[in-house]
């Protein structure tokens, strides 16, 4: 079964420093998105991308964020200078809306978890 | 701004029995909703949904039950098994858009032997 491909699983970094979250979604998807969960508490949308841009975002993604489809394959989340309160469980998801599915489709990444130190 | 509610943060069910998770929003213009469950360190997996057209769909152990007037949706498993412990999330998007789920903060369901 076609699956969504996060990488790393686990990331530790400094305060202030660039992390970039990668992601490989089902190939013939159109829809992608950013998820994160804050330890204990619920899952929150950051941002969806369509057509090779941003078509709806979230008031979490603010300017230090920003995501890009690079070479047609992967997906990924930049955050630009870390924040202690950055520290969550990052999911990437993708979708077909042209799917008959019961869930167009929408398929979740296992995760990466990211902590600021 | 609580769209979507699961007022419950955890249910213990004895094994072989019911279990009824219950979901609350307040958006009208969601007509399309979602159960999701997640185990620890893994992403959510889809379960089962339904849409505002119908009041009730149902896959083998999984029903999802909508009343709309009360915006009100509730998924019964049964019967309950000690692989279905996990944290269960409801979401609901607006079919058509571009399919942004709003989360419910999850309710953990605990199977007991």
């Known amino acids: 079964e076609p699956e969504v491909t996060q990488t790393p699983s686990h990331q530790v970094t400094q305060m202030g420093q660039e992390v970039i979250l990668r992601c490989v979604p089902i190939s013939n998807h159109l829809y992608f998105y950013w998820y994160r969960q804050i330890l204990g508490q619920k899952v929150e949308f950051l941002v969806s991308f369509y057509n090779n841009e941003i078509s709806e975002k979230s008031e979490i993604f603010d300017d230090q964020f920003s995501v890009e489809r690079p070479d047609g394959s992967n997906f990924t989340l930049k955050i630009r200078s870390t924040k202690l309160e950055d520290s969550a469980m990052y999911f990437c998801?993708?979708?077909?809306?042209?799917?008959?599915?019961?869930?167009?489709?929408?398929?979740f990444g296992s995760g990466t978890r990211l902590t600021v130190v | 701004d609580q769209q979507v509610k699961q007022n419950s943060p955890s249910l213990s069910v004895q094994e072989g029995r019911i279990s009824i998770l219950n979901c609350d929003y307040t958006?009208?213009?969601?007509?399309?909703f979602l159960w999701y469950k997640k185990y620890p360190a893994e992403g959510p997996t889809f379960l089962i949904s339904i849409s505002s057209i119908k009041d009730k769909n149902e896959d083998g152990r999984f029903t999802v039950f909508l009343n709309k007037s009360a915006k009100h949706l509730s998924l019964h498993i049964v019967p309950s098994q000690p692989g279905d412990s996990a944290v269960y999330f409801c979401a609901a998007t607006v079919e058509h858009s571009n399919y942004q789920l709003i989360w419910g903060a999850g309710t953990k369901l605990i199977i007991k032997p």
């Open positions: 958006n009208s213009m969601f007509d399309y």
């Open positions: 998801a993708s979708s077909d809306i042209g799917s008959l599915g019961p869930n167009y489709g929408y398929t």
